[in-house]
């Protein structure tokens, strides 16, 4: 058995642990076993960036023989960084909510293992009907994280979060579903390797059809507006835990699935499609930037602008070409990192101050100087300053929007301004002007989780080149198949 199989199986093996252990040692069992998870996990890192483009650590084996579902898993370097960031952030997670979640503890810490269990195995599925099952997984222990340790509308926004994601859902399996009948098989790998031998193909209207099934499942899931009302209920009245792996982790799942299955499996519709792609992912940019403007609530204020940041995502893979693909693979690591971060200390200006309205707060950078400061990076992370790390992304976004069509860039450019004006007024009102609260100072327990998301948005600010070759190697053969498939389309044509 491979590392990244022992890996898929020992949150779904702490999970159980944690159900049956006493609710005294939960939380610690939890987070120390969740550090040993991503312990775990950096050693897929050598063996993928040998070779990135490819799939490494692969598990390959019959799981049900009728019909035929495989038990099949691997990584490459896009996926290898989106496990990583979940493994990363799960203890993160445990974590910030030792102190805040008195109530049922034990079930709340044992749903993070079985979360982090399912989206461990959506990142790394090669087998359709397996990316399924780990994507309904993922929203089980979502809805109670939501619904039974929320705030007071946590009900409704548990209920909203799960119906939108359920019925986006039915659509992608009925896709499978048909996918199966034409190809006799779920196994993303074997689908492909006859769609390039000529075996099977899907008529124009087909094509069509299953694209759009697959697209409105993970445009519910980003959100990509319209489709985005169920965000901001859910990010607002989540636990800060659950906050933090809703913006940082889940919303990628919508991400990376367009790029795994609807540009490889549907090139044609892809391409036929992006224009209009874009122009939603161009409003939900510039929209969820203008109503962050006006959020009174701090939590609903960040919602909304990762509505915008992750339209830049989407921009960027609906680009067609490499920049634009790097970008948004790259933006898909730092916004989790910023925003995470940003979510992180809302929560802990939550638990001083018992308030998420910005008119409560005021002046609390002179009682906690070092609370503004580092609030301060995660807001000019948020941003895009040159040197940390959002800057990157978005960069690579906009000129592979540019190199696509020059308007795409110059609307989408705007969100990052507006973003200037949303983050650096809602920074204003909270740290400067009339104290309206006395506050302590970031605790040394506080320092601990926040410093390695500080450290992470100067370093992939500064050092792209940890991450940025293996990505490009493997959007490099994702972007040569589809182009590939396109061009041999319209010669058909």
């Known amino acids: 058995m491979n590392i990244l199989a022992i890996l898929l199986i020992l949150p ?7 159900l049956v252990l006493p609710a005294s040692v939960t939380k610690r069992f939890v987070l ?12 897929l890192i050598g063996t993928v960036q040998m070779r990135p483009a490819a799939m490494s650590w692969v598990t390959d084996t019959a799981w049900i023989d009728t019909p035929a579902i495989r038990f099949h898993i691997g990584l490459d370097a896009t996926s290898l960084w989106l496990v990583i960031l979940t493994t990363f952030l799960i203890p993160v997670a445990a974590y910030i909510s030792q102190r805040t979640i008195l109530h049922r503890p034990k079930e709340f810490f044992a749903y993070l293992l079985l979360l982090e269990f399912g989206l461990i195995g959506v990142f790394s599925s090669l087998d359709l009907f397996l990316y399924y099952v780990f994507w309904e997984v993922v929203l089980v222990p979502m809805y109670f994280l939501i619904g039974v340790w929320g705030g007071p509308n946590r009900i409704y926004a548990a ?8 019925a986006g859902s039915m659509l992608m399996l009925v896709a499978i579903l048909f996918i199966y009948t034409k190809a006799g098989t779920f196994d993303l790998p074997a689908i492909l390797l006859q769609m390039e031998m000529g075996k099977i193909g899907f008529s124009q209207s087909e094509e069509l059809a299953l694209f759009l099934a697959f697209f409105l499942a993970f445009a519910v899931k980003v959100p990509i507006f319209p489709l985005h009302t169920w965000l901001p209920d859910a990010y607002a009245e989540a636990p800060t835990g659950a906050t933090l792996l809703m913006a940082a982790v889940l919303s990628k799942m919508g991400t990376y699935s367009l790029l795994r299955f609807n ?15 874009v122009t939603l992912a161009i409003i939900g940019i510039v929209y969820g930037a203008l109503i962050a403007l006006v959020q009174p609530n701090m939590k609903r204020l960040v919602a909304y602008s990762s509505i915008s940041h992750l339209g830049f995502v989407v921009l960027g893979i609906f680009s067609g070409n490499q920049f634009g693909l790097d970008g948004a ?20 200006l939550e638990e001083r ?24 990076v995660a807001t000019l992370a948020s941003i895009g300053l040159p040197l940390l790390n959002n800057f990157v992304g978005e960069f690579l976004i906009l000129q592979g929007a540019a190199q696509a069509n020059i308007w795409w860039a110059a609307f989408a450019a705007l969100g990052v301004v ?3 004006c949303y983050m ?25 989780t926040i410093t390695p998301l500080l450290v992470l948005m100067l370093w992939m600010g500064i050092f792209t080149q940890t991450w940025l070759p293996g990505i490009s190697a493997s959007n490099k053969v994702l972007l040569d198949r589809t182009m590939s498939k396109t061009v041999a389309m319209e010669v058909t044509k």
Not at 12 to 18: H, I, K, N, R, T
Not at 353 to 376: C, Q
Not at 428 to 442: I, N, W, Y
């Open 353 to 376: 101050n018992k308030s998420l309205e910005i008119v409560d707060f005021g002046g609390i950078a002179t009682p906690a100087p070092n609370f503004a400061a580092v609030f301060l």
């Open 12 to 18: 779904l093996l702490g999970f159980v642990a944690a």
């Open 329 to 348: 693979v790259y933006q898909m690591l730092c916004h989790a990192i910023s925003t995470g971060a940003l979510f992180i200390l809302i929560g802990y």
């Open 159 to 166: 209920t909203k979060f799960f119906v939108y994601t359920m």
């Open 263 to 277: 540009l490889n499996l549907f090139p044609r519709a892809s391409h036929d499609c992006a224009p209009w792609i």
């Open 32 to 43: 120390w076993f969740s550090l040993l998870i991503f312990g775990v996990s950096l050693l």
């Open 418 to 420: 507006l973003s200037a």
């Open 424 to 448: 650096l007024w809602f920074y204003q009102r909270t740290f400067f002007g009339e104290a309206k609260v006395q506050m302590a100072d970031l605790a040394p327990r506080e320092w601990i």
